[in-house]
Structures are given as structure tokens and as C-alpha cells.
């Protein structure tokens, strides 16, 4: 069928005297990054391929953290993500100013999706919302008494509530700044954290610096206060990974994610010059990480300066590597897979948190006289089986990403995602 255009109309006529009105610029269309997808995929996968061994006995020394002092690859893992989520928070906080959202609009965006994040991790933390297992001292206990139990034994921290607490005050802080308070602000908390960790004395011991293992550290002294015993990591029982104190590091972490979204997004320079200069600047941060290591250790689980400052760098160089393969010659295929993982990173955690939980804590089986987890009845019976104890693990780990990769895979076929 044939269509027939009208000729375009007359422009209006103008009186001389009339000024001249430049019309506005329309804004730049996103410039999308398959890059970032990917590099937050590998990111949530290495995570789901940590936290799910076949036996916590038998790991293999890089996916196991560090003990203490130093790190492995599994402690780039949770900094590499928070990286990542700074990057975004720019780009998205950028995409919506530029559409015309006030600073009051998104703030309230940030608070929202900050303490929807904290409130998400607080439920995985307390599923199944009432104690499963036997409760110690109470040989018959009711429903009332599981779910009391489970309320005040419940993990106030956690992985997702770092994030969603890191991400609302990082946002907040730099939330339009520009460059120059940005930098000051990451410099000033780098530092101010660093005179807490070193000249701030612990109570009751009146030692100041002590930051070693199986001390009660000022983190530790806090976290027993303010959160309580029953309400820090169970693994730990004296201080929370994810505690209170070293979250001003995870902050520094996100504004460190900040600074290289402000660079990746100006446009005005070419891609492959956006590339070199993330690389370069994360070198450079890397070393000076190293250096400071010397004088203040490299600790996830106090979330040091140093840590800080290695990882980002670590993060900088990985995702100027992923953003030159992908971007510049264009080698998608072996990227494919870890599509799925960033486009839905919450279902990928929540869920595999969910089946993780059901896995090797609620759902128990008889093995050989005893009740263990189905969890452990899987691994003995079909992979231990195959392969000497480590790889075995591995394997076991590796099967549960692959299965999450196909429900993800699913889910993105299908464009179903999570956004908060």
C-alpha cells in the first residue's frame, strides 16, 4: 500500500526585530556497555562458585579467603562487585537528572533502592523465619519458640546489606558532587578510616593498632555492642565480616566505582582512550595498595585502606581488559554466559541464597546411620565418587553455577529481570 507524504508546511514568519532562540540539544542516547553486563556477571558467578562447595573441607587455596592478613582471587570478588556498583550508580543517577529528576527525586531514589537492598538481605538472612533444626536446651519446642529463636539469633549484617548500605551513602555523598569534592571525600575517608584503625584504642584493652587475629579488635568491640553476639556471623563469633565499622571501607569501595563511571562515561573522549586511562589509573592504584600493605595490612575482613585501594585497582584493570575485548574487538562469544548473571545479579543471589540455604541446612536425608544434609548426600553420591576430594568440591561448585546459569539463561530469554 502506498503512502503519500504531505509536503512539509511553510515555517512561520518571523518579524525582524525577533530574537533568535537556539533550540535546546537533545540529549545523547545511553551509550550501553555489554562490558559492564559482563564484567558484573563473571562477578555474581565467582560468587555463586565460592559461597557453594561440595565440602568446606576440601577447597582448593584459591577459592578459600584469606585467614587474615593478605588475600587470594575469592577476596576480589565482593570489592570487584561494589566497584561495579558504583560505576552504575553514576551512569543510572546521570540517565535520570538528564531526563529531568530533581535532586530531591533522586535522593529519594537512592534511599528507596538502599534500604530496599538492606531490606532484601535481611529476609534471606532470616529464612526460613523460624529455626528449622533442633534449638539447644529446649527439647520440644513450639512455633513460637522456633521463630523467637530465629529472631534473636538473626544476622543483622550481611553480604546484601553491605551493599545496599554502602551504595546509599556512597550515592548520597557524591550524588551530583563534583570531581574535586569527590576525591576529597574518598581521600578523606580513606584516611580517616586509616587513624581509627591505627590511634583509636580498643576499650577495655587500651590498645591502639591492634588489628591481628583472635584480638578483640575495635571492629569486634563495636559489633559485640552495637549488634550483639547473637546477631554477628556465626563463623566468626566475636566480630561481623560485613560489621560495622569496616563499612566505611566498603563506602570508599563504591566512590572508588563512582570516580570510574565518571571517567567510562565522557563520551567526548574515544572508547579505547577511556579504556587505556581506567587501565593505567588501576595499575597505578594497585601498586600504591601494595606499597600501603607494608604499613597497614591488606584485610578483607576488616575492609582496610589498603584493601581498598589494591582491589580497586585490581577492579580498574579487569574492567578496562573486559571493556577492550568486548567493546574494541568485539570477542563476544566466551562472554556470553555471564549475560544472564549481570542482567539479573539479585535473583542470581537471592536465589541461589535460597537454594543454598534449603541445600545444606533445612532439607536433611539419612547417610550411612546419620542425618546430614541432602546437601552432603549429593556430593558423597555423585561427586565424590569422580574425582580426589578438592576437585570434587569443585566440581560440585561449578555444577550449582552451571544450574543457575540456566535458569538465569531462562529468565533472560524471556526478558524477565529484578530492578530495585
Known amino acids: 500500500m502506498a503512502t503519500t507524504l504531505a509536503p512539509p508546511s511553510p515555517a512561520p514568519a518571523r518579524d525582524a526585530g525577533e530574537p533568535v532562540v537556539a533550540a535546546a540539544p537533545k540529549p545523547r542516547p545511553r551509550e550501553r556497555l555489554l562490558s559492564l553486563d559482563v564484567f558484573r556477571g563473571m562477578t555474581v558467578a565467582g560468587m555463586l562458585l565460592v559461597n557453594n562447595p561440595g565440602s568446606w573441607g576440601a577447597i582448593h587455596e584459591p577459592f578459600e579467603h584469606a585467614p587474615w592478613h593478605g588475600w587470594t582471587p575469592t577476596d576480589l570478588i565482593f570489592p570487584f562487585f561494589l566497584f561495579i556498583v558504583g560505576i552504575t550508580t553514576h551512569l543510572s543517577l546521570t540517565e535520570r537528572a538528564a531526563r529531568g529528576d530533581d535532586l530531591a527525586a533522586l535522593r529519594r531514589q537512592v534511599i528507596r533502592r538502599g ?62 558532587a ?32 591492634e588489628i591481628d587475629v583472635g584480638a578483640l579488635t575495635l571492629q569486634a568491640w563495636i559489633d559485640q555492642r552495637v549488634l550483639g553476639l547473637n546477631h554477628i556471623f556465626a563463623g566468626t563469633k566475636t566480630y561481623d565480616p560485613e560489621g560495622i565499622l569496616s563499612t ?32 593505567g589509573a588501576g595499575a597505578i592504584t594497585a601498586v600504591v595498595g601494595l606499597c600501603w600493605h607494608w604499613s597497614l595490612p591488606i584485610n578483607k575482613n576488616l575492609w582496610t585502606p589498603s584493601y581498598v585501594v ?34 539479573n545479579p539479585i535473583v542470581a543471589f537471592v536465589g541461589s541464597g535460597l537454594m543454598a540455604r534449603c541445600l545444606y541446612t533445612i532439607f536433611t536425608s539419612t547417610w550411612q546411620g546419620k542425618v546430614v544434609p541432602v546437601q552432603r548426600v549429593i556430593f558423597e553420591t555423585w561427586f565424590a565418587p569422580l574425582l580426589p576430594p578438592k576437585d570434587a568440591s569443585l566440581l560440585f561448585a561449578a555444577t550449582f553455577v552451571l544450574t543457575w546459569l540456566g535458569i538465569l539463561s531462562i529468565l533472560h530469554r524471556k526478558r524477565w529481570y529484578l530492578k530495585v
Open 248 to 279: 566505611l571501607g566498603a563506602v570508599a569501595s563504591v566512590i572508588t566505582g563512582v570516580l570510574a563511571g565518571r571517567w567510562i562515561a565522557s563520551r567526548e573522549r574515544p572508547l579505547i582512550e577511556r579504556v587505556a586511562g581506567l587501565f
Open 310 to 343: 589494591f582491589m580497586s585497582g585490581m577492579a580498574a584493570m579487569s574492567l578496562a581488559t573486559c571493556m577492550w575485548l568486548i567493546e574494541e574487538l568485539d570477542v563476544t562469544a566466551c562472554a556470553r554466559p555471564f549475560i544472564p548473571f549481570g542482567m
Open 115 to 176: 534500604l530496599l537492598i538492606v531490606l532484601i538481605g535481611t529476609a534471606l538472612s532470616a529464612f526460613p523465619f523460624f529455626q528449622w533444626n533442633a534449638i539447644p536446651g529446649n527439647p520440644s519446642p513450639s512455633a513460637w519458640d522456633r521463630i523467637a529463636w530465629r529472631v534473636e539469633h538473626l544476622r543483622i549484617m550481611g553480604v546484601l546489606q553491605r551493599i545496599g548500605w554502602s551504595y546509599l551513602i556512597a550515592a548520597l555523598l557524591t550524588l551530583q
Open 178 to 209: 563534583p570531581l574535586k569534592r569527590t576525591v576529597g571525600l574518598l581521600v578523606a575517608l580513606l584516611f580517616g578510616y586509616w587513624a581509627i584503625l591505627t590511634l583509636v584504642p580498643t576499650p577495655g584493652t587500651g590498645i591502639t593498632g
